[in-house]
């Protein structure tokens, strides 16, 4: 009985194959990390690693001679007493217990160890595995019976790769196809800045299935982003997944947020054209094309930094717009920092190193320099006293700062600025060179970091797009937010402008009109789909809804020391209510902390701004 037993635990674990010795060689364990000595039987599809460290001396010059798994499975059979494949959690002790085996399996191995040699060779000493052992592996078999593809590859050090061939996951995506009249229609959206992240929040998922295409999978609340800079704030407390925004696109069975970059748009054919964003990944090959066919498509693809073709200034300059950008001036900032205190490093050198060069009077701008001021007073000061007289900022500006503030907003802040230290230049830059930037009257200006925020302009792919344009070059849409000519397209965010044809002035590029833009055409697709015009050409029928209308909030920006700027007035040339000082910072931080994205981020937001009161930045370098 014992002897039926073992053999038809042999055919059902290993089935019919065999095997031949490949190589003898040192690895780590999967389990314990310690490198040890392994055989490496290989068949025709799976390679098995037996651990020979604590086999009998015998052994030494062994070949196998084993059977193959006819399951999709890489077995690890560790010659000791303990399990040697890693992902142990899979197999439970009541699992392991339930399969019925022989006290002893025995297996022949070979005495001949030659590399590449698949001859059976004379049968050598046996090697005698305990029913727990045998048990294991047979666990192990049947776990990995349900998938499609295990490929185990060993090199110096053990690399494992799994690809389960289903659905968006698998290798060969090709295309999500229109969809059926029985179905629900789908909502592409293209971005997940502050139009595509308010759009999906307010979408109906009982309505529509959402697709989000996006270089990035997550939203930025941009106002607090050169808070981050300096370590005011952490990365994570400016950022949230858009799969928390919309909930759909993580549990709806035919919603999906697709890490990709869209390429190209077929408006006849109602299909987006997308590439797969795999920028440090492992994958292999051309990037991973395919269309996305839509019912609704809403481009809210954003903008990018506007470089007037600057030479050099791609290369020198970092874009204060992504959570990657302010990572990168953090790093470079408190690199320069510990660079300066290097032993031999000149005093030149040391001015240069620490010379933070902002360009750009904006917002942006004006807050990053007001944000570095302020580490500099109280966090370089004290932890870098070495070289705390060699640290300053300049602040470049072509025009006037704030241009957008009321007058007396404007000189307050420079009047103020002024005092933080930063040093006010009016100038134009000409070119960008490795360590200095030229002005336009010829003068020189040295630079350890150099920022630039001159605001925003149409991307390459809005400029690639065979769409209408608006004068400033960004899609022409109507005051519905249609793209103008195209049926089931609508365009919102920084690239979207108003056509002539409208007679409405373009927009200005905020947070506060992409908001709004995403409010009210979440409500208007909405309606459309509770009408029946959700699939692709059927909204003809549908009465049309209100038309789009703006009213500017107001706006506010921080200066450093505790003050900041608050303009309510509707437009530069209405009058309103203005104020700066101690009280604007706190309307200014108050509303901030109300539009953060989600309660996590608010209390992210609001245990930082805590913690830095208390103890002051993080100068740590990570």
């Not at 890489?74 to 303990?82: A, V």
């Not at 509707?570 to 994205?597: C, D, H, M, N, P």
Request: charge should be positive; glycine fraction near 8%.
């Amino acid at each position: 009985m014992a002897v039926r037993r073992a053999s038809r635990f042999r055919q059902q674990c290993f089935g019919g194959g065999s095997f031949h010795a490949v190589h003898s060689q040192s690895f780590s364990s999967p389990c314990s990390g310690v490198r040890r000595p392994w055989l490496f039987l290989e068949s025709s599809q799976f390679r098995y690693p037996f651990d020979t460290s604590s086999a009998s001396p015998s052994l030494a010059h062994t070949s196998a001679l084993l059977t193959p798994a006819n399951a999709a499975a890489s077995l690890e059979l560790s010659l000791q007493g303990l399990p040697a494949f890693s992902p142990r959690s899979l197999f439970s002790r009541k699992l392991w217990s339930s399969v019925a085996v022989p006290e002893q399996s025995t297996f022949s191995f070979p005495s001949n160890l030659e590399k590449g040699s698949s001859s059976p060779a004379p049968a050598g000493p046996y090697l005698h595995m305990s029913k727990t052992r045998v048990t294991q592996a047979l666990a192990l078999q049947r776990s990995y019976r349900s998938y499609q593809q295990y490929r185990v590859f060993h090199t110096e050090h053990e690399k494992v790769e799994e690809t389960a061939n289903k659905g968006l996951t698998s290798s060969n995506v090709g295309s999500l196809p229109a969809t059926k009249p029985d179905e629900k229609p789908r909502i592409v959206v293209l971005g997940t800045g502050w139009a595509g992240s308010r759009l999906m929040k307010d979408l109906n998922a009982r309505l529509c299935d959402i697709v989000c295409i996006s270089p990035r999978n997550h939203m930025v609340f941009t106002p607090l982003l050169a808070s981050t800079c300096v370590g005011t704030l952490e990365f994570r407390s400016v950022a949230e997944p858009v799969v928390r925004i919309q909930h759909a696109l993580s549990k709806s069975p035919n919603s999906y947020f697709l890490l990709s970059c869209c390429v190209g748009i077929d408006p006849v054919k109602h299909e987006v054209h997308c590439v797969a964003e795999e920028e440090g990944s492992s994958m292999l090959g051309e990037p991973k094309r395919f269309t996305v066919a839509y019912d609704k498509l809403v481009i809210a693809a954003g903008a990018q930094a506007l470089t007037f073709n600057i030479h050099g200034l791609q290369d020198h300059a970092i874009f204060l717009r992504e959570v990657s950008d302010a990572q990168s001036i953090r790093r470079k900032l408190l690199m320069n920092l510990m660079l300066s205190e290097t032993p031999g490093t000149s005093e030149q050198e040391k001015q240069r190193l620490l010379h933070c060069v902002v360009v750009g009077g904006g917002p942006t701008g004006v807050e990053f320099s007001g944000e570095l001021s302020d580490f500099i007073r109280r966090d370089v000061h004290q932890r870098y006293a070495h070289v705390q007289h060699y640290i300053h900022v300049t602040l470049i500006e072509a025009k006037e700062i704030l241009s957008s503030f009321d007058v007396s907003l404007r000189s307050y802040a420079i009047k103020h600025l002024t005092k933080a230290g930063v040093k006010l230049v009016q100038g134009v830059v000409k070119d960008v060179q490795p360590g200095k930037i030229m002005l336009s009257d010829g003068s020189e200006v040295p630079y350890g970091l150099l920022v630039w925020s001159t605001g925003v302009g149409p991307s390459d792919f809005v400029k690639s797009l065979q769409l209408p344009k608006s004068p400033d070059g960004r899609i022409g849409i109507d005051e519905r937010l249609k793209v103008i000519g195209m049926e089931d397209v609508y365009a919102i965010g920084d690239c979207a402008g108003y056509v002539e044809s409208v007679g409405k002035p373009v927009l200005p590029a905020l947070a506060q009109v992409a908001e709004r833009q995403g409010k009210y055409l979440a409500k208007e697709v909405n309606r459309i789909l509770k009408s029946g015009g959700g699939h692709a050409g059927n909204s003809k029928n549908v009465s049309e809804g209100p038309l789009f209308v703006y009213k500017h909030l107001g706006s506010m920006a921080s200066v450093g020391r505790y003050k900041a700027l608050v303009d309510l007035r509707q437009s530069k040339e209405a009058k309103g209510i203005s104020w700066a000082g101690f009280l604007s910072w706190l309307v200014w931080r108050s509303a901030y902390l109300t539009r953060v994205i989600s309660w996590r981020n608010r209390f992210y937001v609001a245990v930082n701004w805590a913690t830095t009161f208390v103890f002051g930045r993080d100068i740590s370098r990570i």
